[in-house]
């Protein structure tokens, strides 16, 4: 069966201080891979998703990167961190979708609670 | 650009009592729409799609493409359906836009 891996569970960062994040997969290959923020009151807010390894979209312009190097590994990272980076990071992953094909069940991880202080 | 609005941010009833939660979407093309539920302490998860029309855990929704809308709803909550419900439409590409989240307690 598939899984997937968020670490770490909770992380406190000083503002200006390096960020990174990983997600990994487990029992797929090829998936489409996704970063959420989820805030209070604005719910998921789609920040990167890619499709292959190398390919990556951003959703919206931000202080974050994110980086696939491996089929079923994703990573969010940040040079500097400011305040505003604070929040609820998820990764989600679906099945390769075929063209013209319905879009498929996403899979989140556990999540990530940044707190930036 | 699609957009999905889920009007009510809380939403509290009693138990026994019907339940709904209501979501609109914007999309010119033919959209496909999906409710997911995030309980305390658990993963966000699909709860249902339009495209299944089925009854997951006695909740259902109808797309209504003319209001376009996807409300969902039960007719009878129990406790055990507090949780988030995000309301979440898919377009022709590989990616989900997510409403702003409903949160529902039910009260004993």
């Known amino acids: 069966s598939q899984t997937i891996h968020q670490w770490p569970a909770t992380l406190v960062q000083p503002v200006g201080s390096p960020l990174s994040l990983e997600c990994t997969v487990e029992?797929?290959?090829?998936?489409?891979l996704y970063w959420y923020r989820q805030a209070a009151g604005r719910g998921l807010q789609l920040l990167f998703y890619?499709?292959?390894?190398?390919?990556i979209s951003s959703e919206v312009p931000q202080n974050l990167s994110a980086s696939r190097p491996q089929d079923r590994q994703f990573i969010l990272s940040s040079k500097k961190l400011l305040l505003s980076d604070s929040g609820f990071y998820l990764c989600?992953?679906?099945?390769?979708?075929?063209?013209?094909?319905?879009?498929?069940?996403?899979?989140f991880g556990p999540g990530t609670r940044l707190t930036v202080l | 650009a699609q957009r999905v609005t889920q009007p009510e941010k809380l939403l509290s009833v009693f138990k026994g009592a019907p339940v709904e939660l209501k979501c609109n979407y914007s999309?010119?093309?033919?959209?496909?729409l999906f409710w997911y539920v995030q309980y305390s302490r658990q993963r966000l998860q699909l709860l249902l799609r339009?495209?299944s029309r089925e009854s997951i855990k006695g909740f259902t929704a109808d797309l209504n493409k003319g209001e376009t809308s996807f409300h969902l709803k039960k007719p009878f909550a129990q406790e055990e359906d507090s949780a988030m419900y995000y309301c979440?439409?898919?377009?022709?590409?590989?990616?989900?836009?997510f409403g702003a989240g409903t949160t529902v307690t039910v009260r004993a």
């Open positions: 989600a992953w679906s099945q390769f979708r075929t063209s013209g094909g319905p879009s498929n069940e996403q899979f």
């Open positions: 029992g797929t290959s090829n998936p489409n």
């Open positions: 890619s499709v292959g390894i190398g390919q």
């Open positions: 999309y010119s093309g033919s959209p496909e």
């Open positions: 339009h495209i």
């Open positions: 979440a439409l898919g377009a022709n590409d590989y990616k989900l836009s």
